[in-house]
């Protein structure tokens, strides 16, 4: 699977897991210099706190456009250390 926005490639791993129809990628097959860290935290209910990323591309800013749950619940231990994608990221097999 692979994560595009703007062009380039944010993530790409064999090894995502889906959760929701999301695909988590794991977090060493993220490209860190895209990502820029957000305030924006959001709750659900069953995966546990999640945190967001901004993804920056060529000086553009799509924000919030990525999220992890740095300590997931015991239900969504298999998304620890994952980033998945929205906003007009495109992930393709």
């Not at 595009?4 to 695909?23: D, F, I, P, Q, R």
């Not at 935290?41 to 799509?62: M, Q």
């Not at 999220?67 to 998304?79: M, T």
Request: glycine fraction near 6%; include cysteine; charge should be neutral.
């Amino acid at each position: 699977m692979k994560a595009v926005w703007n062009g380039k490639t944010l993530a790409e791993s064999n090894a995502t897991v889906v959760v929701e129809g999301n695909h988590y990628f794991p977090r060493d097959s993220v490209k860190k210099e895209f990502f820029h860290d957000s305030d924006t935290h959001t709750t659900c209910p069953w995966k546990g706190l999640a945190s967001y990323y901004d993804v920056v591309v060529d000086g553009k800013v799509n924000k919030d456009a990525a999220w992890y749950y740095p300590e997931p619940s015991e239900a969504a231990r298999n998304i620890k250390n994952c980033v998945a994608f929205w906003k007009g990221v495109q992930v393709t097999s």
